[in-house]
Antibody
Framework: QVQLVQSGAEVKKPGASVKVSCKAS????????MHWVRQAPGQGLEWMGI????????TYAQNFQGRVTMTRDTSTSTVYMELSSLRSEDTAVYYC???????????WGQGTMVTVSS | DIQMTQSPSALSASVGDRVTITCRAS??????LAWYQQKPGKAPKLLIY???YLESGVPSRFSGSGSGTEFTLTISSLQPDDFATYYC????????FGQGTKVEIK
């Protein structure tokens, strides 16, 4: 079945970087764009950016410009989101979400908890 | 950037009630709007896309309407499984979300 499986929880110190993976199965990765969305504890959903798996082209939300990098490895059907210069406010669950042909998110990963703490 | 504003932020309702949630866009997004349901500890689940199209497998008590800048999600008869948080998302320009509406048991 179509699914996105994300990497496990991470604990990082302030100033460090984290790289979260999202492996697609049940469909061809390059056929769909991918969003990254995060959710801080008790808060709403925040769109972080989009990657085109076929070209590697990206667009990032203004809030994350300069700190986020989205990449892909088509040989393993995996997309990655790396966030640098971590601060406590980056503590959140990070989701990858497939972008349907229209643009909405039809398939979501299970989420990856990233905790930033000294 | 397109901003999405949901109201109310929370509501209390009883099983069987009709519930309506509103979402407003800061500029016209045509009908490029989706609604999601999220339960604690789970990823969001798609309910409605293109403002009014029901995702496969979603109960028919859920419906969506609107276009341009004003949209609504309606649950015609609230069921115990529907107590959750609901988010709208515009996808006219990438994918910004509303702040969410928590539906709680009265």
């Amino acid at each position: 079945q179509v699914q996105l499986v994300q990497s496990g929880a991470e604990v990082k110190k302030p100033g460090a970087s984290v790289k979260v993976s999202c492996k697609a199965s049940g469909y061809t990765l390059i056929s769909y764009f991918m969003h990254w969305v995060r959710q801080a504890p008790g808060q709403g959903l925040e769109w972080m950016g989009i990657i085109s798996p076929i070209s590697g082209g990206t667009t990032y939300a203004q809030n994350f410009q300069g700190r986020v990098t989205m990449t892909r490895d088509t040989s393993t059907s995996t997309v990655y989101m790396e966030l640098s210069s971590l601060r406590s406010e980056d503590t959140a669950v990070y989701y990858c979400a497939r972008v349907s042909g229209d643009g909405y998110n039809d398939i979501w990963g299970q989420g990856t908890m990233v905790t930033v703490s000294s | 950037d397109i901003q999405m504003t949901q109201s109310p932020s929370a509501l209390s309702a009883s099983v069987g009630d009709r519930v309506t949630i509103t979402c407003r866009a800061s500029q016209s997004i045509s009908n490029w709007l989706a609604w999601y349901q999220q339960k604690p500890g789970k990823a969001p689940k798609l309910l409605i896309y293109k403002a009014s199209y029901l995702e496969s497998g979603v109960p028919s008590r859920f419906s969506g309407s609107g276009s341009g800048t004003e949209f609504t999600l309606t649950i015609s008869s609230l069921q115990p499984d529907d107590f959750a948080t609901y988010y709208c998302q515009q996808y006219n320009s990438y994918g910004t979300f509303g702040q969410g509406t928590k539906v709680e048991i009265k």
